[in-house]
Nanobody, 119 residues
Framework: QVQLVESGGGLVQPGGSLGLSCAAS????????MGWYRQTPGKERELVARISRVGTTNYADSVKGRFTISRDNAKNTVYLQMNSLKPEDTAVYYCNADVNYGLGYHAYWGQGTQVTVSS
């Protein structure tokens, strides 16, 4: 069994910064893609950023230049540094990981962490 545990959400003023982290634990042989998604009420979950095991990244256009995704393979952890935050970044942020648990890859999700950007 694999669990993803997120931390770091909260309330921040517009223009501020916030960092998220997500640690995977359990029966893990290796992890492929890791990423962050976000969702607001009434909307579909959307990709924010993702990163391959070797560090190749891609970002949603709306966060390019403001957010940075990184990972520590030794710790099975992915990070999201969010700078110059805007009210429209307010959402529940979910981490995602493609985990090889020994019988192939399976996508796992974290429980979500609320990020609120407001003055």
């Amino acid at each position: 069994q694999v669990q993803l545990v997120e931390s770091g959400g909260g309330l921040v003023q517009p223009g501020g910064s916030l960092g998220l982290s997500c640690a995977a634990s359990g029966s893990i042989f290796s992890i492929g893609l890791m990423g962050w998604y976000r969702q607001t009420p009434g909307k579909e979950r959307e990709l924010v950023a993702r990163i391959s095991r070797v560090g190749t990244t891609n970002y949603a256009d709306s966060v390019k230049g403001r957010f940075t995704i990184s990972r520590d393979n030794a710790k099975n952890t992915v990070y999201l540094q969010m700078n110059s935050l805007k009210p429209e970044d307010t959402a529940v942020y979910y981490c995602n990981a493609d985990v090889n648990y020994g019988l192939g890859y399976h996508a796992y999700w974290g429980q979500g962490t609320q990020v609120t950007v407001s003055s």
